[in-house]
T-cell receptor, first 114, second 112 residues
Framework: DGGITQSPKYLFRKEGQNVTLSCEQNLNHDAMYWYRQDPGQGLRLIYYSQIVNDFQKGDIAEGYSVSREKKESFPLTVTSAQKNPTAFYLC?????????????FGPGTRLTVL | DAKTTQPTSMDCAEGRAANLPCNHSTISGNEYVYWYRQIHSQGPQYIIHGLKNNETNEMASLIITEDRKSSTLILPHATLRDTAVYYCIVRGSYTGRRALTFGSGTRLQVQP
């Protein structure tokens, strides 16, 4: 079964701790994205990567970091510099050579900082 | 990417058609209309997209007005499982970023 997995589904951390959210895909997609969603709001882009070893800041990158060492994986680190990290985090991917912009989303990780 | 306007919420009776409107009056000639939906606490799911012709797939139909300034997503026979937030997104064909700009969407409640 091809798809995107995010783990864990729920994550709790103490204030001031860094935390890394996992995103793995076996769709052979080149491009991957991280979005943040706050209650009752739409999605906002944090970081995106169009190819291995390359990534770009999105609209709300401050306090976050990413890496793209493998095509299948795009982990997101929420650092202590992120002032309000409690949110629902969504990872997505798209094949780079496809004309359509259909994005495939993972199930999300709900992060709560205590 | 052009901005979209959608109603905040809508209700629909189970088994009836759900018609979800979207205004995108500043859409340009090369911009597509995309629809996604998000069931509570899940990742968004792609539904359909179109440029200027009406489109239909197994999930829904997309009707785009001739001037392309608005569109309607039609779920022909709504079920309780269609209760979700529906997002209308307008964007051009391949650009460098390719990320999607999600507004607040329309919360569709299908009533039994």
């Amino acid at each position: 079964d091809g798809g995107i997995t995010q783990s864990p589904k729920y994550l709790f951390r103490k204030e001031g701790q860094n935390v890394t959210l996992s995103c793995e895909q076996n769709l052979n997609h080149d491009a991957m994205y991280w979005y943040r969603q706050d209650p009752g709001q739409g999605l906002r882009l944090i970081y995106y990567s169009q190819i291995v070893n390359d990534f770009q800041k999105g609209d709300i990158a401050e306090g976050y970091s990413v890496s793209r060492e493998k095509k299948e994986s795009f982990p997101l680190t929420v650092t202590s510099a992120q002032k309000n990290p409690t949110a629902f985090y969504l990872c997505a991917s798209t094949p780079r050579d496809r004309a359509s912009d259909e994005q495939f989303f993972g199930p999300g990780t709900r992060l709560t900082v205590l | 990417d052009a901005k979209t306007t959608q109603p905040t919420s809508m209700d629909c009776a189970e088994g009836r058609a759900a018609n979800l409107p979207c205004n995108h009056s500043t859409i340009s000639g090369n911009e597509y209309v995309y629809w996604y939906r998000q069931i509570h606490s899940q990742g968004p799911q792609y539904i359909i997209h179109g440029l200027k012709n009406n489109e239909t797939n197994e999930m829904a139909s997309l009707i785009i007005t001739e001037d392309r300034k608005s569109s309607t997503l039609i779920l022909p026979h709504a079920t309780l499982r269609d209760t979700a937030v529906y997002y209308c997104i307008v964007r051009g064909s391949y650009t460098g970023r390719r990320a999607l700009t999600f507004g607040s969407g329309t919360r569709l409640q299908v009533q039994p």
